[in-house]
């Protein structure tokens, strides 16, 4: 039998949904890292796609960590080897972060350590009531390096994420909520039909406008609001050069739905 790819990617309805598929418990060894950064490299050259959902293969796990069986081959052999390592396991993050799509990580399980990296790294977080998810890094010795520290404290703030990161404990899917870590709590086993019905409301809108949108809101928010009203302004003027406006102003004119270029 053919082994399953570990990390896969299919389309439906213009919603291209990942699945991590790497049993046990889904955890981000090297061949799932350098295909989940070719499923971001062919996902961002497809026009066709308006939103991505990110998922884990199974029950139990949606994506339960890096493999720490490979970590001593890291240890004591120079900063900079490590550095790279860590700038490694960043890349495909990161280049999930920059897709112009909105992008939705449908926790189906425990989200642990890389795990809660990769859904960090999505626009929109759905848990499962069932989950924990959390930066478990600390109690073996280490903290974080796959954006954790940089976009946790950016989602929930400094202080909450030091405690997360301090302590290394995990949140419950209802605790992971009440502070922002995650949009939605969906039933057992819902989590990827959620998203996608999530993923389907935002899909009927315009592409450039979404990606606008999401830019204006990523760069911005980094910047003093001062600066950060001007990025707006500036997407702004960019989004009223499109076909889209056209066409959604128009329809509301008209008092008809709008039928974008994308649709």
């Not at 993050?93 to 960090?120: M, S």
């Amino acid at each position: 039998m053919e082994k399953t790819k570990a990390v896969s990617w299919s389309i439906q309805n213009k919603i291209a949904i990942i699945i991590i598929d790497n049993p046990p418990l889904n955890v981000l060894s090297e061949e799932v890292i350098e295909l989940l950064s070719i499923a971001a490299d062919e996902i961002e050259s497809d026009s066709n796609i308006k939103a991505v959902i990110v998922t884990g293969a199974g029950e139990r796990a949606f994506v339960a960590g890096g493999d720490i069986k490979g970590f001593p081959d890291w240890m004591g052999k120079g900063i900079e080897l490590a550095k790279e390592k860590s700038l490694w396991l960043q890349e495909p993050l990161n280049k999930l972060e920059r897709l112009l799509q909105p992008t939705i990580a449908a926790i189906n399980g425990f989200a642990l350590g890389g795990g809660c990296e990769l859904a960090l790294s999505c626009d929109i977080r759905i848990a499962e009531e069932h989950i924990k998810i959390g930066l478990p890094e600390i109690k073996l010795g280490l903290f974080p390096g796959a954006g954790g520290t940089q976009r946790l404290s950016r989602l929930i703030g400094k202080s909450i994420a030091k405690e997360m990161i301090f302590t290394g404990e995990p949140l419950s899917a209802e605790d992971a909520w009440r502070i922002g870590l995650i949009n939605r709590i969906a039933p057992k086993g819902k989590s990827l039909e959620t998203a996608l019905d999530l993923a389907e409301s935002i899909s009927n809108h315009s592409l450039p406008a979404l990606a606008f949108a999401k830019r204006s809101i990523d760069k911005g928010y980094e910047q003093r609001l001062e600066n950060g009203l001007i990025t707006e302004a500036e997407y702004f003027g960019q989004v009223f050069q499109t076909e889209d406006i056209k066409e959604g102003v128009g329809a509301f004119i008209q008092k008809r739905d709008p039928k974008f270029t994308d649709q």
